[in-house]
């Protein structure tokens, strides 16, 4: 049974980078699927960042590709995202996914972190 | 982008009986070689992650209860819960994966009347 788990700051400043890192657990990450981030903004619904799949090759949300890198560390089996430059309107539930690709959804989820961006 | 909008934003409905929530994608999620809509539900329960129901538009995951079902094709998608039931409670999002950038409707609210 795949379990992932996000971890990084919980408080970033404006201007900053925010950077975290979802370990997956249970199986490997060089596997024929996606790793994804999706956040959540406070009472809101869900944005997708991007994915980066066993290759390496990575997608992401046009709105933040300026910002985004998703990266992948087979080594630990961890996968990560940064995000430049960021602002208050970043502030949001970061999730970890395992996607499906073009054989479906997100089948397994982090169970989320919450990024506050404030000085 | 392939904008996913989600009617009604919310509904309350009886203990036992069914609601409906529709998703409508800005173009067709059809694959026309295989027949296969590219479409999944969500399920989100407060202070959790979400949780995959349903591939395919109509597929249900190992696990989720036959109360649950998705139909539709094209641009038009269906999940209807029959017999609500007190743990069904939250929020479902469809979600298409038939291209990049992956889009999310903005959710329906689902509570007990």
């Known amino acids: 049974q795949v379990q992932l788990q996000e971890s990084g700051p919980g408080l970033v400043k404006p201007s900053q980078t925010l950077s975290l890192t979802c370990t997956v657990f249970g199986g490997s990450i060089r596997s024929l699927y996606y790793w994804s981030w999706i956040r959540q903004h406070p009472g809101k619904g869900l944005e997708w960042i991007g994915y980066i799949n066993d290759t390496g090759r990575t997608y992401y949300n046009p709105s933040l590709k300026s910002r985004v890198t998703i990266s992948l560390d087979t080594s630990t089996n961890q996968f990560s995202l940064r995000l430049t430059s960021v602002t208050a309107a970043d502030t949001a539930v970061y999730y970890c996914t395992r996607d499906l690709g073009l054989v479906g959804g997100m089948d397994v989820w982090g169970h989320g972190t919450t990024v506050t961006v404030s000085s | 982008d392939i904008v996913m909008t989600q009617s009604p934003d919310s509904l309350a409905v009886s203990l036992g009986e069914r609601a409906t929530i529709n998703c409508k994608s800005s173009?067709?999620?059809?694959?026309?070689?295989?027949?296969?809509?590219?479409l999944a539900w969500y399920q989100q329960k407060p202070g959790q992650p979400p949780r995959l129901l349903i591939n395919?538009?109509?597929t249900r995951e190992s696990g989720v209860p036959d109360r649950f079902s998705g139909s539709g094709s094209g641009t038009d998608f269906t999940l209807t819960i029959s017999g609500l039931q007190a743990e069904d409670v939250a929020v479902y999002y469809c979600?298409?994966?038939?291209?990049?950038?992956?889009?999310f409707g903005q959710g329906t609210k689902v509570e007990i009347k």
């Open positions: 979600q298409q994966y038939y291209t990049t950038p992956r889009t």
């Open positions: 395919w538009a109509s």
């Open positions: 173009q067709s999620i059809l694959d026309s070689s295989n027949k296969n809509n590219f």
